[in-house]
């Protein structure tokens, strides 16, 4: 059985699914993970985000503390920060195990239960 998830994981795992839960900044963010440390023009061009919203998402991924920056020079780049994510990983892991658990679970009810209408259960009913 999982463990229960203490009150304050779960507002900051609360706060990382909402934050997470807009397509622009789950592309933002997908893009970092396969892309690594990137400017704002560079997340601009793989992304195809314009100005302003890209420059809005990002502030709301930098407030949720899901992404890191860098200056150098007039240039601000962006990484994913990746501990931010620990309690998200480690709960959606456990949705995931559970997921297949139970589909195997179901698997195994369905061999084990006898076909309707077979020998076996028409023996029962007599």
Known sequence: MAE????????????????????????IIATLLTEGEKSVGEIEGLTG???PG??????????????QTRRAAKQ???R???SAFATAAGF???LARNSADERSVQAEQKTR???RGSSAMFAKIL
């Open 80 to 82: 994913v920060t990746a």
């Open 113 to 115: 239960s006898p076909a």
């Open 92 to 94: 959606l892991a456990a």
């Open 54 to 67: 890209l420059s809005q998402q990002l502030g709301v991924l930098r407030k949720a503390e899901l992404v």
């Open 4 to 27: 229960m998830i203490p009150d304050d994981h779960l507002e900051a795992l609360a706060e990382v699914m909402r934050t997470l839960g807009h397509d622009t900044r789950l592309r």
């Open 76 to 78: 601000i780049y962006y």
């Open 49 to 51: 985000i314009g100005q």
